[in-house]
């Protein structure tokens, strides 16, 4: 079994552990270094990207984690994890740090007021029935650099077309929250990443 983290500073970090374990990962809590370095994978919950952006700091966490990303560590982020992933962030604060695991470019809180919580089923590549969506004050994908595969657009409505879940080698994203509506498909997904990267 594949040992997966789930960075437990801030966000929906026990929807995440069950998911995992649902899907056969040994799923433990990662708050230190040392919890760090003894995970094949990690995944980086919903929550608020600029609070858990200020604790990877407090705990030590931002440079250790940024060096296992760039040894190849698989890591999944949904939501504020998707912020934290991406190489460059609108609307978030200055002093906000991100960890450049996709080069992309994510836009914060980018659906708006009218519709910033939203379900919606959508296509995900890969899977042959489409998956439940769930936005809460989501950020979108602006840009994707070359070598990322775009899993997901948005169906329809004002924001039509945009891309909502992505995948640059073993690093993956999404605007939406798979842990929380039982659907484990974008999780086995994950773990399956990790079980080929070990
Ligand atoms: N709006 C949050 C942020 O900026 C993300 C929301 C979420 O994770 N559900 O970090």
Known sequence: RPTI??????????????ALAHCGAD?????????LAAVDGL???????????KLLQAFDLLEPLRARL???????????GMILLAS??????????????????????????QVDSFE????????????????????WVERVGDGVEVLARVP???AQGRIVA??????????????????LRVHELFVDVVRKAR
């Open 70 to 80: 760039r040894d190849g560590l698989p890591a999944f982020g949904s939501c504020a």
């Open 120 to 139: 919606t089923d959508l296509d995900f590549a890969g899977l042959d029935t489409p998956v439940r969506a769930v936005f809460i004050r989501a950020p």
């Open 166 to 183: 992505a995948r640059q080698g073993n690093v993956v994203a999404t605007s939406f929250h798979p842990e929380v509506t039982g659907d």
């Open 27 to 35: 799923a433990v809590l990662v708050r230190r270094e040392s919890e």
């Open 43 to 53: 995944v980086l919950p919903g929550g608020e990207s600029t609070a858990i952006s």
């Open 5 to 18: 983290g789930v960075l437990a500073l801030q966000g929906d970090v026990r929807e995440h552990v069950a």
């Open 156 to 158: 329809h409505g004002p």
């Open 88 to 113: 460059e962030v609108l609307d978030t604060r200055p002093d906000a740090q991100h960890l450049s695991g996709i080069d992309m470019t994510v836009r914060r809180n980018a659906f708006g007021r």
